[in-house]
């Protein structure tokens, strides 16, 4: 089999995959696609193998040189840094819009969740004392953390895609 016969061939058994990933890093359809078709040409241009382990690698730089060049972070990184107490005057404009954007999404949180998050990241408390101060067991506390980033991730990107429609011009 010639090399351009296994390029298409795994070109075609992988992109759905690769677009998926790409789609959970960066929560943009668009992007995603830009993420694999950047990720393709560098190991393209690379003669490197044709292995989704090295795709996987190919893409994450892709997604880590968008952010280098867009001086945007990861929606992970702005959730697990979560200050409540930050003031927002240290902040660009743009942070700052986002820390109002995480501080609605938290006060949508269940009281519970609210408080966890508080102790863990505010207090600077382990999951073990959390548990401890709350009556629960440890494995709970890092349940309820792992659930709240989850859902603040979830409807700051509701927030984002609710942006983005609002953006659009009226349809033709």
């Known amino acids: 089999m010639s090399r351009d016969d296994e390029v298409s061939e795994f070109v075609r058994d992988s992109m759905q995959v690769l677009t998926r990933r790409a789609l959970y890093l960066c929560n943009n359809s668009d992007l995603a696609q830009d993420l694999v078709q950047d990720a393709f040409e560098r190991v393209l241009k690379s003669q490197g193998p044709l292995t989704m382990p090295y ?38 404009p743009e942070e700052a819009e986002r820390h109002e954007q995480l501080l609605a999404a938290f006060g949508e949180l269940p009281d519970d969740m609210q408080t966890i998050l508080f102790l863990r990241h505010d207090q ?49």
């Not at 349940?143 to 953006?167: F, M, P, Q, T, V």
Request: glycine residues 2%.
């Open 55 to 92: 795709m996987y690698s190919a893409l994450r730089s892709s997604w880590y040189d968008y952010l280098r060049r867009t001086k945007c972070r990861p929606l992970e990184n702005l959730v697990d840094e979560f200050d409540i107490d930050r003031p927002t005057s240290e902040l660009s």
């Open 124 to 172: 600077d408390m382990k999951p073990a004392e959390i548990a401890k101060e709350m009556d629960l067991r440890p494995d709970q506390v890092s349940r309820y953390l792992h659930r709240a980033k989850s859902k603040l991730r979830h409807r700051l990107n509701e927030i984002n895609r609710e942006a983005a429609d609002g953006n659009e011009g009226p349809a033709l």
